[in-house]
Structure formats: structure tokens, C-alpha cells
């Protein structure tokens, strides 16, 4: 394996959706895991349009999602998160025969209930309520 091996295995994930996946024989398999978010896959979103949306960072798309969420209900959990514009998602976890993004399949299993949809999908972040009084 070459120096710049393992950078290029996680840009190839990164950009096209594939993953790499160890099997019993040591051999490594890829598996698509890039299922595309839609408006429609969310549980009633809260949707949030911004002015800029360019000048838009993540750290502002997720400060922006905290308020809202804190609007509903005290101390909320992040359960997952979605960037469109950097292709990036977590948890970065493999579930097989879904017809949603394994992200928000995960934060759903969990109790997510709460999205906050910014710009039309170009941030998500899937929040559970928060256990207050402990």
C-alpha cells in the first residue's frame, strides 16, 4: 500500500458514496452507502431558510439547528447531522436494506424526532429530546 493509499481510500468514500467493508476472508468489499436526503424522509421538519446561504458554515447551519431545538424542548441530544455541501454525515454508520440515509435511520432508531431542515437539505441535524430533571 502506497503512502497516499489510505487519503485516497477516504476521499473515494467521501466524494462517491462508497464504503469499504472488511469480510471474513480479510478481503475488502465495497458497498454503496450513499442514500440521498429528501424532504420527504424527514419527521416533520423544521425548516429554516437563511439569506446567505454560500456564506453558510457548518458551525452557523449547526447553531442555528441548537436554537430551534432548544425552542421545543430543554437540553435536546444531537443524534446526527447531514452537510451537502462537504458530503460529510454523522455517525458514519453501515445499516443495509434502508431506503433512507443510514444518519437518519440511526438518529430515528435512537428517538429522533426533532430535524431541522436549513436551505432546502443543505444542512440537517436530527435531535431526541433531552432528559431534564436529572
Known sequence: ???????IQFR??????FKP????????KTMFDCKFITREMLP???EVRTEDKSGLTF???????????????TDPVL?????????????DVICCGTEKPTWLVY????????AVDINDED?????REGLSGF
Not at 61 to 73: E, G, H, M, V
Open 1 to 7: 500500500m502506497g503512502l497516499l493509499e489510505p487519503a
Open 12 to 17: 473515494r468514500r467521501l466524494y462517491t458514496g
Open 21 to 28: 467493508i472488511q469480510v471474513a476472508n480479510d478481503k475488502e
Open 44 to 46: 416533520d421538519p423544521i
Open 59 to 73: 458551525y452557523d447551519a449547526k447553531a442555528i439547528a441548537d436554537q430551534r431545538a432548544k425552542a421545543l424542548t
Open 79 to 91: 443524534l446526527s447531522w447531514f452537510d451537502k455541501k462537504s458530503s460529510r454525515f454523522s455517525p
Open 107 to 114: 438518529a430515528e432508531s435512537r428517538g429522533g424526532r426533532i
Open 123 to 127: 444542512y440537517v441535524f436530527v435531535y
